[in-house]
């Protein structure tokens, strides 16, 4: 028990730090709100529009796959040190552990995850497929009996 006592003591004091800074910030921090202080503020910039309310799917899928990687290299470099001490069997649990990531990134890369800028914009189009419109791929529902519009 003598050898956690470190341990505890140093959770113990995370703790505390952590709840007095949020306790002393309701209790000092000034509350004057403003529309100038609620605002955004991008670089002294005034915005223009609103901002969009979501960031595209390609967003989260580069970013889990820089997490994964960044995963990956913290359990590399330990293995890299002592592989001359561990042998064959150490080459086969690392294989183990990165040929999943390896195929996750190939996935992401056969999905165009990685593509951005201009040429995106042209693999975009030449995926498009003219025979889809919004009268072949929507259901309308309700129309029965309404007149139809001819514009």
Sequence with gaps: MDDYLPLLFTFVLAVVFILGSIVTTK???PRRPT???????ESGIVPTREPPSRFPVRFYLVAMIFI???????FLFPWAVTYRSFGGYALGI?????????IAFAWLISQGGLDWGP???RRQ???????RTSETTVRRVGLEGREEVVA
């Design 119 to 121: 040429r995106n914009r």
């Design 27 to 29: 209790f000092v921090a």
């Design 94 to 102: 690392i294989a183990e552990f990165t040929i999943p990531f390896l």
């Design 35 to 41: 529309a100038a202080k609620s605002a955004p503020y």
């Design 68 to 74: 994964i990687f960044d995963i990956e290299i913290i």
């Design 125 to 131: 189009l030449e995926a498009v497929d003219v025979s």
